[in-house]
């Protein structure tokens, strides 16, 4: 979390653990068992919201001040949820799923605000621009998209890989993108022209996790 001394931890038990990072303390626990595991969670900016995507194909928005529920999502993906982004002002959430669907959600009023095939494949990774006027999203396609978030159009697409985009993160500067796959690279992309600018190599699995 941003104050730096709490941790928000997700499993496939599907409770999600507020922890306190000095002592490994549990704070608070948020349980959603009945929706199956919680495979992703995601954070606002001021770490006050929570949005979890679930096994049986639910979106949970969570209070983490109030430490309660805000909202389950009404609409359901058909399949498992394996990722979500938050955006940076907590107001919006995109969850994509095994079957490549994507969904854009009204965070504060629990809606739907559109649903759209993004993928041919599932999608695994996700991340808002600080501005949160564009969302991307990494896929089991090979590839990456930058969407519009107001339209829902594409913008751009990256590829290149030969493997599942599993995990996806943006530099604070918004001009760069950091990918993991599959394919057991990680590679950096420009944001404004799709090119890609460095590749990674040495991993002797699958990359699963990358960091600024």
Same mark, same amino acid.
């Given at each position: 979390l941003p104050? +730096?001394?709490r941790a928000l931890t997700s499993g496939d038990d599907g409770e999600i653990v507020l922890r306190n990072l000095a002592d490994g303390t549990v704070l608070h626990v948020f349980s959603a068992t009945q929706h199956g595991g919680a495979n992703k969670i995601a954070l606002s900016k001021d770490g006050r919201i929570a949005v979890s995507g679930h096994g049986a194909g639910t979106v949970i928005a969570w209070d983490i001040e109030k430490r309660s529920v805000l909202h389950?999502? /009404?609409? =359901?993906?058909d399949w498992s949820v394996v990722s979500v982004a938050v955006s940076p002002d907590g107001t919006k959430a995109m969850s994509g799923s095994i079957d490549g669907t994507l969904k854009l959600w009204d965070v504060q009023a629990g809606k739907l605000i559109r649903s759209w095939y993004g993928h041919e494949r599932g999608t #695994?990774? $996700?991340a808002f621009t600080a501005d949160g006027r =564009?969302?991307?999203t990494g896929s089991g396609d090979y590839s990456i998209k930058l969407w519009d978030v107001a339209t829902g159009d594409m913008i751009r697409r990256f590829d290149g890989l030969s493997g599942t985009v599993y995990a996806l993160v943006l530099s604070d500067d918004g001009k760069r993108i950091l990918s993991g796959s599959l394919d057991r690279t990680a590679r950096l992309w420009d944001m404004a022209t799709g090119r890609?600018? $460095? =590749?990674?190599?040495?991993? $002797? +699995? /699958?990359? #699963? $996790?990358?960091a600024f």
């Open positions: 104050d +730096g001394k389950v999502m /009404p609409v =359901q993906h #695994y990774g $996700a =564009q969302v991307v890609e600018i $460095a =590749q990674f190599t040495g991993h $002797a +699995g /699958p990359v #699963y $996790a990358v």
